[in-house]
């Protein structure tokens, strides 16, 4: 079965960029409709955006609107891995962000319940 694992997270200053990685095994990867969420302490995961596979190589990503313009998700096939390249980072993007696959395109694609096999996720803090 496929997992996944974040890495990437670190300190940061506000206006810096930062690039998390979530590196899949044990599946195929290029065919899989996977999401990033962040999660700060006593609140819900919230989505980041998505990284949704339209067949062949092709794919759409989708963000949430606080993210928008900062935030690009893009994939590496041959590395079994998704990335998250953060720019412009803000102190309110402090969470510990996760990856994970979405379960149906039926489905709300930014809600978690939709999505499974959670990696352990990856801190982020942004603070000067």
């Known amino acids: 079965q496929v997992q996944f694992r974040e890495s990437g997270g670190g300190l940061v200053q506000p206006g810096d960029s930062l690039r998390l990685s979530c590196a899949a095994s044990g599946g195929t990867f290029s065919t899989l409709n996977m999401g990033w969420f962040r999660q700060t302490p006593g609140k819900e995961r919230e989505i980041v955006g998505q990284?949704?596979?339209?067949?062949?190589?092709?794919?759409?990503?989708e963000y949430t609107d606080s993210v928008k313009g900062r935030f690009t998700i893009s994939r590496d096939n041959t590395k079994n891995t998704l990335y998250l390249q953060m720019n412009n980072l803000k102190s309110e993007d402090t969470a510990v962000y996760y990856c994970a696959v979405r379960l149906s395109l039926d489905d709300a694609w930014d809600s978690p319940e939709n999505y499974a096999k959670w990696g352990p996720g990856t801190q982020v803090t942004v603070s000067s």
């Open positions: 990284h949704k596979w339209l067949g062949r190589q092709s794919y759409y990503a």
